[in-house]
């Protein structure tokens, strides 16, 4: 008999509970589906189920071989919907949920080429900077920065996320440049309320010891657009992310402060809810996110 007609109906009984049940799923009966497992059997050299009229239950070695059957199976479906997938357009509606900074200024373009090569599909943009539970709220795919506390969920890396401390030329010109993390504390600080993954300033030396800047606070905002105008207006010195103050720290409108010491790093991830079959529109979005990023972005260039 084949071998995987055979273990396709072992695991079927497994499931259902029954080698009636399973040949049902087949299309055979219960006395065909027991020749299916039995013959299974007989090529292992070995008993999988303890048969009963009234029940199933599995052998030491069985329980080991349907962990791994069932493994198989499941790898095999999702190579024939992926086989099916590449031959067919994509169709339907992609909800994707990011952080409200990153998602405005970063994201516009790569949605925008994506919809064009996909006139199929439409896409749902939730922008916000709190962590949703991405199977209830039936999100496809999320941008996430930083610590990942679902661990049931799938990331891929896109970027580095670079912290920077930057002010505008005015208010150096008027309170001095900083020269060492002694100068930070003194300093008036633009600080984003929401931080979870990077919440204190926290440079690194030469010889690499640590220097935590704390202190009080001359302004906090759960938004680091508003951080990012108010940099740019002279209020005092921010700390974040590139991705926010790159573009104006390369048109000069900020100036990167204590270039010698290192910075936090953090990861720009794409994360999905599961592993197995992840559907086109989701892998081929995926796909436009790591092209436009990739390990050096656009806003670090």
Known sequence: MDRFASIAVFVAAIDEGSLVAAGKRFGLSASMAGKYVS????ELNVRLLHRSTRSLSLTDAGRTYYVRCQRILEEFDDANREASDAHSTVRGTLRVAAPVTFGSMHMG???AR????HPHVSIEVSLDDRYVDLQSAGIDVAIRIGKLPDSDLVARRLAPCRMTICAAPAYLRREGTPQNPDDLRRAPRLAFSEAVSAPEWTLTDKQNREHVIDGPLRMQANNMQMLL???LAGVGIAYGPTFVFGQDIKAGNLIKLLPDYRTTELTINAVYPTARYVPSKVRRF???LTDAYRDEPPWDQ
Request: net charge negative; aromatic share 12%; glycine share 0%.
């Open 109 to 111: 373009e790569v949605v």
């Open 39 to 42: 013959a299974l059997e007989a």
């Open 229 to 231: 105008s108010s940099a």
């Open 114 to 117: 994506y919809l064009d090569d």
């Open 286 to 288: 995926i796909d436009y």
